[in-house]
């Protein structure tokens, strides 16, 4: 996840579940500024962040880490 071309390949494989992810945010009220940004690289990051962020609730809160 350091060059761009790992992300759009990240990006590509994921693709429907960083949908997902993106939908969530939205319906949240989450207002995602993408001005400037590369999509891929953006959307990929912001799923591979969030769902690390998902692991780390998940063990601490449920496993009591």
Do not use: P
Not at 29 to 40: A, E, M, R, W, Y
């Amino acid at each position: 996840m350091i060059y761009y071309k790992d992300t759009h390949a990240f990006y590509d494989k994921h693709y429907n579940e960083i949908e997902d992810i993106r939908y969530e945010f939205e319906i949240s009220g989450v207002n995602i500024d993408l001005k400037d940004q590369d999509l891929k690289n953006y959307f990929a990051w912001l799923a591979f962040e969030h769902r690390a962020y998902e692991l780390y609730v998940q063990l601490v809160y449920d496993e009591g880490f």
